[in-house]
């Protein structure tokens, strides 16, 4: 059951993260035809709030081994990271994507930090 529960947080965290960065577009708007695909610091900001997000979630239902499940979350977001700048290539400007790489992992353990600095102590 330990096991389910870890797949299950790390998913979550995951998807979360996901579903945040899918919702950049309705907090911009919509792109205009002819101007930049909207990748700035913005979008990065954006991107770093969502890791530290799904890095909590993990922490916080993965109930033990926090930092392990957090971890494995960033480290989904390199191999995301990886596979988006394949796919997209000349889509995405290339900093973009190695960014997110680099501080995509850090974010979701401060995250994970966050939650442990939150979690309530037992007597």
């Known amino acids: ?45 954006w991107t770093i709030g969502a890791s530290v997000a799904g890095g909590y979630a993990a922490a916080l239902l993965a109930g033990t081994r926090e930092y392990a499940h957090a971890a494995t979350v960033g480290f989904l977001l390199v191999m995301a990271s990886f596979v988006s700048m394949h796919q997209q290539a000349l889509a995405r400007p290339s900093w973009y994507e190695i960014t997110v790489g680099g501080i995509g992992p850090i974010s979701a353990m401060i995250g994970c930090a966050l939650r442990i600095l939150t979690k309530q102590k037992r007597r």
């Open 1 to 45: 059951m330990k096991i389910v529960r870890s797949i299950l947080s790390i998913v979550a965290g995951f998807v979360l993260i996901l579903a945040l960065l899918r919702l950049w577009p309705l907090v911009t708007g919509p792109d205009i035809p002819g101007e930049s695909l909207g990748f700035g610091f913005p979008l990065l900001f």
